[in-house]
T-cell receptor
Framework: GEDVEQSLFLSVREGDSSVINCTYT??????LYWYKQEPGAGLQLLTY?????DMKQDQRLTVLLNKKDKHLSLRIADTQTGDSAIYFC??????????FGKGTRLHILP | NAGVTQTPKFRVLKTGQSMTLLCAQD?????MYWYRQDPGMGLRLIHY???????AKGEVPDGYNVSRLKKQNFLLGLESAAPSQTSVYFC??????????FGPGTRLTVL
């Protein structure tokens, strides 16, 4: 089945850029997502990219997709304390299920 | 427009007890999902439904049953709770498998 891998922790200084990386195994995945989970809350869809795109930018967020290497990244520019959360990479698998990575906990240093 | 709501928010069960978790959505979504979230494991799909009256198994269906008698509700049942089912349970809904909206979660502890 599909496997989605991401590092578990990332620490970044406030004001710097954060880059969260993800790799996946199923090359047929059509949609790839980044979800954000704040403490005690459910997941919120941050952004997504369709598999025929290489990059998508939305305000401070930039998603890069390297289909050859099956690598997805999320860049958060000018990281703020409010960005502290768990970020989940996810892919649409076989058209009817979303498979999630284990999540990357982003910690913001003052 | 409440979005996706889950009842209850917290529950403590003893081993062997049964319970039902309720998920409700008011967005007229066809697809509904139940996930469990465990530390270091991410979200794992338990069961899902692609429309009223339909259900399908996800990655970790054992020990759970579901029903989708009404389009807006998706029920998750535990017939005989086990400590391994201690987790946070999330419901989600969507118009297609794409772009799921999540509820706030139910924290279940099985002693």
């Amino acid at each position: 089945g599909e496997d989605v891998e991401q590092s578990l922790f990332l620490s970044v200084r406030e004001g710097d850029s954060s880059v969260i990386n993800c790799t996946y195994t199923d090359s047929s995945s059509t949609y790839l997502y980044w979800y954000k989970q704040e403490p005690g809350a459910g997941l919120q869809l941050l952004t997504y990219i369709f598999s025929n795109m290489d990059m998508k930018q939305d305000q401070r967020l930039t998603v890069l997709l390297n289909k050859k290497d099956k690598h997805l990244s999320l860049r958060i520019a000018d990281t703020q304390t409010g960005d502290s959360a768990i970020y989940f990479c996810a892919v649409l698998y076989r058209g009817d299920k979303i498979i999630f990575g284990k999540g990357t906990r982003l910690h913001i240093l003052p | 427009n409440a979005g996706v709501t889950q009842t209850p928010k917290f529950r403590v069960l003893k081993t062997g007890q049964s319970m039902t978790l309720l998920c409700a959505q008011d967005m007229n979504h066809e697809y509904m999902y139940w996930y469990r979230q465990d530390p270091g494991m991410g979200l794992r799909l338990i069961h899902y439904s692609v429309g009223e009256g339909t259900t399908a198994k996800g990655e970790v269906p054992d020990g759970y049953n579901v029903s989708r008698l009404k389009k807006q509700n998706f029920l998750l049942g535990l017939e005989s709770a086990a400590p391994s089912q201690t987790s946070v349970y999330f419901c989600a809904s969507s118009t297609s498998p794409h772009e799921q909206f999540f509820g706030p979660g139910t924290r279940l502890t099985v002693l």
